[in-house]
């Protein structure tokens, strides 16, 4: 997976947006639990900002990220960032694939930003499975897609980019299918996007 096809935001997401994939780092099953949080593709770190403003005494945060520019920059917010700054020494930023992370860590929330419409069916699935394999049973897994993507590149896309977004977006749905809890619509973005909240069974 190349890192260009790693960066799906078409510009970093909003508050509104962030807020929503971050639900499960402020609403917590357990209120005086811990939380051992990963985030998937942060970007630039709109979400990693709304995760840091979320996380309490005792969390930590793993950030992941391939492109090495966004990872220059993430280094520099964590660094200088006052919503960083309580927290600072629970945050950890890994420069290479999620998947590539290994197995020997648990977390209790996923968040991914990673563009699965960029993807094929089979790395999406490579990475779900991945997600699941290193979430705790009871944890979530939260990601979004931008509303209206699969009516727009259905007209502007090559035949073969808009099968293969086709076939991702069947595999997300039978992810979604057996593990959703939850799907909002976050109209306050641009563009509008949907966040899929995912549970794994206890």
Known sequence: M???????????SG???ASELARYVAQR??????????????????????????????DAVDLVEANPVFVEHLTRLVK??????????RVTIHP????????????????SGLPFANFTADEVRTIME????????GGYVSFFSYLYLKQVTAVVSPLDDYLRRVRSGWEVREWVNRY???QVHVYRNIPPACVFHLRKPL
């Open 96 to 111: 290479t694939l999620v998947t590539e992370l290994g197995t020997d860590r648990q977390f209790d929330v996923i968040i």
């Open 29 to 58: 099953n357990d209120p005086a639990s811990s939380l051992s949080i990963l985030e998937a593709g942060p970007g630039t770190g709109p979400v990693s900002r709304a995760i840091a403003a979320r996380m309490r005494p005792g």
């Open 15 to 17: 508050a509104a947006l």
């Open 80 to 89: 200088s960032d006052p919503v960083f700054q309580p927290i600072a020494d």
């Open 180 to 182: 959703a809890v939850d």
């Open 130 to 137: 991945y997600y699941f394999s290193v979430l705790r049973p």
């Open 2 to 12: 190349q890192t260009f096809r790693t960066t799906g935001a078409i510009i970093p």
